[in-house]
Nanobody, 118 residues
Framework: QVQLVESGGGLVQAGESLRLSCAAS????????MGWYRQAPGKQRELVAR???????NYADSVKGRFTISRDTAQNTVFLQMNSLKPEDTAVYYC????????????WGKGTLVTVSS
């Protein structure tokens, strides 16, 4: 059973930074890709950033230039560095991992709340 545990959420003011962490119970290389999604109240869950097994990254347009996804392969951890936070970044942030061996299967963390005050 794959476990993804997020940490690092909290309450910050607009313009400040936060770093989210997602610790996986197995090697990051056992997934096709890992990423961060977010869901704001009343809205659908959306992709924020993604990093593939080979290290390629992609971002939602709304966070490009402000957020950076990275990983520590020795610690089986993926990070999301969030700078210049805006109130509209307020959401529950979920870690996601796509199975390498079972296409279409995805694993999710329980989420961590990020609140950005204006």
């Amino acid at each position: 059973q794959v476990q993804l545990v997020e940490s690092g959420g909290g309450l910050v003011q607009a313009g400040e930074s936060l770093r989210l962490s997602c610790a996986a119970s197995r090697s990051v290389f056992s997934f096709n890709a890992m990423g961060w999604y977010r869901q704001a109240p009343g809205k659908q869950r959306e992709l924020v950033a993604r990093i593939t097994r080979s290290g390629n990254t992609n971002y939602a347009d709304s966070v490009k230039g402000r957020f950076t996804i990275s990983r520590d392969t020795a610690q089986n951890t993926v990070f999301l560095q969030m700078n210049s936070l805006k109130p509209e970044d307020t959401a529950v942030y979920y870690c996601n991992a796509d199975s390498l061996v079972s296409p279409g299967m995805a694993y999710w963390g329980k989420g961590t709340l990020v609140t950005v005050s204006s």
